[in-house]
DNA sequence: GCTATTATTTATCATAGGATAATTTTGCTG
DNA sequence: CAGCAAAATTATCCTATGATAAATAATAGC
């Protein structure tokens, strides 16, 4: 995916306004297995996965959580470091080979500052993803684990693809075992 | 709670960009019980809230869904609508007489165009909703019914006494009799 | 390709929370 | 302040999911 892809796809801003934030974005590439954000650390980039699947989860004694996939496309930011540069809860590890624009986000926050484009863009950023967690806390409550699981697998299929099925228990909030029984039934 | 309280909460702007954010909002108020926000409708306003406390809820046949409480100093908007001018999820309550600082989303549009200020004012009130939104679903997936009751008690203990259990069941995730054997248990 | 490690499945048993219904308490409204 | 309706509690029984352990399958490193 392309950065200029990713870019509109937030929100559409002039070409100008785009160069100027492209300037500040760089290529890079990390293995399967690398973490790429730490809790604990007050994270100075966010990033965009060009090409690649990663996990957040939130390192817990004995067991982490799970609570959100990226693919392609998508953004990867310690939303604590980003909004309020405290630390943030959680580790974001690679799944696969990624490749990854990168982005500062003092840079960013210089640019929000000087250009009204750009300070739109994030705001449709942070909106775009509240938009994402909202249906996702709604359908929580609503469903039961196998709905849940029903509702992943039809939204993005290609994560059961690329995802060891534990990651995808944590995320549904349930145990391997149990995410195993409810495949058997189906 | 003041409006200028509630803008300086969430971004400090400029005099001069406050007072054009104060031009576009009026003060209404509301009995208890009265629907403020409908699911399945656009709506062309966002709310602070001036005084008294609200439930939003997704309309499910049978059992409504609870999944936000907002008091003094806190943002109403129908998430759906605000992005993406679509119908939204949820129906907002008051669950007492309430005073509402009321403001256009047309007019906010406006405004974020014209002033970088009021842009990254609406970026701060985003990115901040996410955050809570967010520490909530992280929670969520961390604790057990009775740990989240006795978080949510010790974060806002006002809730306690400003709304029925019933609610603060569905919010929680559980049947009000599950909450029932839980506040005995304490 | 072989072996060690890790992931997944299967089985058994335990438990938190759901469903239902009956009872008590609270809170409106005339 | 009486009487009704709604909310909350309590009790009983039930079910989905957890915990643990063992067996199998998949994966990765040599």
């Known amino acids: 995916m392309t950065i200029d892809e990713i870019i509109d796809q937030i929100y559409n801003i002039p070409e100008s306004s ?3 934030l492209k300037e500040n974005i760089s290529e890079v590439a990390y293995p399967k297995n690398h973490i790429l954000l730490k809790a604990d650390k007050i994270e100075a980039n ?3 996965i060009k090409k690649g699947i990663v ?3 939130a390192p817990q004694k004995e067991k982490d959580i799970t609570f959100w996939f990226g693919e392609e496309g998508e953004t990867i ?4 470091s980003y909004v309020e540069r405290k630390k943030g809860y959680e ?6 080979d990624c490749e990854l624009y ?3 986000v003092a840079h960013l926050n210089n640019l929000y500052n000087q250009d009204i ?3 739109n863009w994030g ?4 909106e775009k993803e509240l938009l994402k967690i909202e249906s996702r806390v709604i359908s929580s409550e609503l469903l039961s684990a196998k709905e849940r699981y029903d509702a992943l697998m039809s939204n993005s299929p290609s994560l059961i693809q690329r995802v060891p099925l534990k990651y995808i228990a944590s995320y549904l909030g349930i145990t391997p075992v149990s995410l195993s029984r409810i495949r058997k039934e189906k």
Chains 1, 2 share one sequence.
Request: charged share 30%; hydrophobic share 50%.
């Open 18 to 20: 785009k160069t100027a």
């Open 46 to 48: 966010i990033y965009f």
């Open 55 to 57: 996990r957040a989860f």
């Open 77 to 80: 930011l310690s939303m604590k």
């Open 91 to 96: 580790n974001v590890e690679l799944l696969e």
């Open 102 to 104: 990168e982005l500062k």
């Open 117 to 119: 484009h750009i300070a």
């Open 123 to 126: 705001r449709k950023l942070a």
